[in-house]
């Protein structure tokens, strides 16, 4: 007799302080590789997965899953600069998106 499969997946939920970090470290001007390293250090991932950084990604910065995808190849590749070169312009074009959403500490500069 053959297991019963589940006809649903649930989503692990986001993380808002996640979202929060991933924005301020982008403000900051930050790599594609430190923003990917930090999201699995915080998920308790491997550097292999990728599904989740992907979620955080659009998330984080109101990109479109097409604009992300580049991760999944890169993921495990030392091809820093192609991927910073695909990710971080799409970064900064969504910044007036996603700068708002960082809570505001009136002790740290935009």
């Known amino acids: ?3 019963e499969l589940t006809t649903s997946f649930e989503e692990p939920a986001i993380r808002e302080d996640i979202l929060h970090r991933m924005r301020d470290m ?3 001007g930050t ?4 923003l990917v390293r930090f999201v699995q250090g915080k ?3 491997n550097e ?7 979620g955080y990604l659009t998330r984080a910065f ?11 190849e890169w993921i495990g590749s030392d091809y820093d600069d192609e991927i910073n070169a695909a990710l971080i312009p799409a970064i900064e074009r969504n910044r007036p ?5 960082i809570p505001q500490d009136p002790a740290v500069p935009k």
């Open 62 to 72: 109101g990109l479109h899953l097409r604009e992300v995808l580049p991760v999944r």
């Open 1 to 3: 007799m053959m297991p």
């Open 31 to 34: 790599n594609v590789r430190e």
């Open 43 to 45: 998920l308790g991932v």
């Open 97 to 101: 998106y996603w700068l708002p959403l």
């Open 48 to 54: 292999a997965v990728y599904l989740p950084v992907l």
């Open 26 to 28: 982008a403000r900051r």
